[in-house]
């Protein structure tokens, strides 16, 4: 059974641009994580999807990023536009449905905004 | 204002010795504490958890050892290898049965065995 995917697995980009992130959970997973580690600290939540509905987007960091999940399948990061402290590690996790179940990640995202 | 604290940043043992790493939370409400390994090119992925109404948890050369008065738990790799080489990261969570529940991480121990 294929893990969690994620796309790409690198993006430099410039301050100014935008860039969309892409998470493919494992099939039959209800719940979607994004997640984010900046320089070596502390992996920090972004936000929780339950099939497409946000959950909990209480980890958002601002307004230039917009998370979806059409049809409750992929899920899309966008960060429009890119400042040089968006620059990290993003990593998509996704769980089974309802009640507490293991979190599986993805190999992440490695941002870099010049 | 970091909910979980990890240390050390960094750690070097010798093949065969004990790796520990420590871990403290603020949230009384956590009730579930795992630890996630992370390999280059990887994500984490869940090593080993514990739940607060118990001391210690084992499996194999891996241990938990859990304070609930002191709020602080610690992980122990026995016998270590050069295969353990890794990122660990502490986490702790608030496991609500009627819905999944977010990860908040420690910053992370960078593991090197020496052969």
């Known amino acids: 059974e294929a893990g969690v995917t994620q796309f790409p697995s690198h993006s430099v980009i410039e301050k100014g641009q935008t860039v969309t992130l892409r998470c493919d959970p494992i099939?039959?997973?209800?719940?979607l994580y994004w997640y984010r580690r900046v320089m070596g600290k502390e992996i920090k939540f972004l936000l929780h999807?339950?099939?497409?509905?946000?959950?909990?987007e209480s980890g958002m960091p601002n307004n230039r990023f917009l998370a979806e999940r059409t049809g409750g399948t992929y899920s899309t990061l966008k960060v429009q536009p890119a400042e040089l402290e968006d620059s990290g590690v993003y990593f998509c996790a996704s769980s089974l449905g309802q009640g507490f179940h293991e979190q599986f990640f993805g190999p992440g995202t490695r941002l870099t905004v010049l | 204002q970091q909910q979980v604290k990890q240390s050390p940043q960094s750690l070097i043992v010798q093949k065969g010795g004990i790796s520990i790493i420590n871990c403290a939370y603020e949230?009384?409400?956590?009730?579930?504490f795992p630890w996630y390994q992370q390999f280059p090119g990887k994500g984490p992925a869940l090593l080993i958890a514990i739940r607060p109404d118990v001391s210690e948890k084992k499996e194999g050369r891996f241990t938990i050892s859990f304070n609930k008065s002191a709020k602080q738990f610690s992980l122990h790799i026995m016998d270590s290898q050069p295969g353990d080489s890794a990122t660990y990261f502490c986490a702790a969570s608030r496991s609500e049965y009627s819905s999944a529940s977010k990860i908040i991480f420690g910053s992370g121990t960078r593991l090197s065995i020496r052969p």
């Open positions: 999807f339950v099939k497409e509905s946000k959950q909990d």
């Open positions: 099939s039959g997973h209800d719940n």
């Open positions: 949230n009384t409400a956590f009730d579930y």
